[in-house]
């Protein structure tokens, strides 16, 4: 008999949600992990940076605090207070998850393991384990590969989002490389915290695949903001001069700066897994290609999460864990569904996006209407802020379903979850129109846009 009926590889999130799950079906699970139990979003992800969002959102909340016959004393940052307070909670995080595998009976391996076939592994103890089913769940890292006809030497001197968070002391200045979501987040972040922000990003606009106003709305906002962005161009060479920094850019820019912070892509965590003994076959990136029920080719061997690069999100990992376990070990076959996720983007503002874009619904044949609104949040008509917001609702000519909703400005991650919800119900411009407003709120746009911007056809 095997050691274990489920092994997993990895306990992220989507790791944890697997072998808590199955264990709680009864499995025998072990668990290795050669980090800390909780992965990337609990350890080194969206947990401590959104905790650096609401750090760095203080400055401009007491600026505008002023404005609300608040008299704030002079400002004072420290950061080391913040980054310590941070990773302390990343700390209470990890024990509460391993703590969670613990009361589950889930036996955690405090290191790497490495297949050795399609029912075994090997710890790096050297220590051997079977396992009826094997689970990979390793997720991904940043990659320091710089350039895109050839790799360019300084990829060494450049922090990740990794080391961001183990800072002794912010830069006066920041030269951020890259356009998604990581990217941006630091960005605004270390703007926030009074860092001078550069971002360098090789497309025409940040957010590839967003709806082009978020796009365009982003841009402006940082524009007005003071943080300076070149667009259009990539690094050809980065050294260390002195103290500094010097980067060039394929524009023949060159740039100083105290810390470069590489945002640029992350590559599937399968490089030291030795999957080839197990017979697992791997994609162009190294991600572990699965089916729709998360099975590889392997028998008995499945992939979750962000090492099956399919959506890079932690919600993702846990629904992808959930399907994964009622699979394996409850004996009905079920599907990630994948459609209609809601995501946000934690900027200053926020971006919050569920369905489709613009773009994307033309692509697929949909004649569309789309209302789109732009305006200025109340708690800017004293602050005398010149920071707008903006909704656009994507809606199906033929259905009146609405196909998508787009959102820039405060509090956007918040609203867009609950439209998520009327989006996966189906929901219709009618239904939206029916509903009474909460005012005054800047969510009530949504139920009160009457007047179509425009319409288009694919």
Same mark, same amino acid.
């Not at 200045?173 to 972040?189: N, S, V």
């Not at 089916?291 to 999100?313: C, K, M, P, W």
């Not at 079920?334 to 934690?346: G, Y």
């Not at 959102?407 to 009618?430: N, S």
């Given at each position: +008999?095997? !050691?274990?009926?489920?092994?997993? $590889?990895?306990?992220?999130?989507? @790791? ?5 799950? #199955? ?60 980054? !310590? ?12 998850? %391993? ?52 790799? $360019? ?44 922000? #550069? ?58 700066? !105290?810390?470069?912070?590489?945002? $640029? @892509? ?27 029920? #998360? ?9 979750? @999460? ?44 926020? $971006?919050?996006?569920?369905? +489709? ?67 996966? +119900? ?21 139920? %009160? ?10």
């Amino acid at each position: +008999m095997a !050691d274990f009926d489920l092994f997993v $590889i990895g306990a992220g999130s989507g @790791g944890v949600r697997a072998a808590r799950v #199955s264990a709680a079906y009864g499995a025998r699970v072990g668990i290795a992990e050669e980090h800390k139990v909780g992965g990337t979003c609990v350890i080194r992800g969206c947990v401590p940076k959104k905790l650096l969002v609401y750090g760095a959102h203080f400055a401009e909340d007491l600026d505008d605090a002023a404005m609300f016959g608040w008299d704030v004393p002079t400002k004072r940052f420290d950061w080391q207070v913040l980054r !310590d307070n941070v990773l302390a909670e990343v700390s209470r995080l990890e024990g509460a998850y %391993t703590d969670t595998l613990t009361n589950h009976d889930v036996t955690i391996f405090h290191e790497r393991a490495e297949l050795t076939g399609p029912n075994s592994l090997r710890l790096a103890s050297g220590k051997e384990v079977t396992a009826d089913k094997i689970l990979i769940a390793t997720g991904n890292r940043p990659t320091r590969e710089l350039g895109t006809t050839h790799v $360019i030497p300084g990829g060494d001197l450049c922090i990740t989002s990794d080391e961001a968070f183990h800072l002794d002391k912010l830069p006066g200045r920041i030269l951020i490389a890259g356009g998604g979501y990581i990217a941006l987040e630091f960005a605004h972040i270390f703007h926030g915290l009074g860092v001078e922000v #550069s971002l360098i990003y090789r497309g025409e606009k940040v957010l590839r695949g967003f709806d082009d106003d978020i796009r365009d709305s982003l841009q402006d906002s940082m524009q007005k903001r003071g943080l300076h962005v070149a667009l259009g161009c990539e690094f050809t060479k980065i050294e260390r001069r002195g103290d500094c920094l010097h980067a060039e850019t394929s524009k023949g820019d060159v740039i100083e700066t !105290d810390e470069i912070m590489l945002a $640029i @892509g992350r590559a599937p965590n399968t490089e030291m897994l030795h999957v080839e003994k197990a017979g697992v076959e791997l994609g162009r990136r190294g991600e572990v290609k699965v089916d729709r029920f #998360s099975r590889t080719n392997a028998e008995h061997i499945y992939a979750i @999460g962000d090492v099956t690069d399919r959506v890079q999100l932690t919600p993702v990992a846990i629904h992808e864990a959930m399907c994964f376990a009622k699979t394996a070990f409850e004996g009905k076959p079920t599907a990630p569904d994948h459609e209609n996720i809601a995501t946000a983007v934690f900027t200053t503002p926020e $971006i919050g996006v569920v369905g +489709m874009s613009e773009m994307k619904a033309l692509g697929l044949g949909h004649a569309i209407d789309v209302y789109k609104s732009t305006f200025t949040p109340l708690r800017h008509t004293l602050t005398g802020s010149k920071e707008k917001m903006m909704m656009k609702l994507i809606i199906d000519q033929k259905t009146d379903k609405m196909l998508g909703c787009h959102i820039f400005g405060y509090a956007a991650a918040e609203i867009i979850q609950v439209v998520g919800v009327a989006l996966k +119900m189906g929901a219709t411009k009618a239904d939206f129109d029916a509903t009474i407003a909460l005012h005054p709120s800047a969510a009530e746009e949504l139920v %009160t846009m009457r007047a179509k911007s425009y319409s288009k056809a694919p």
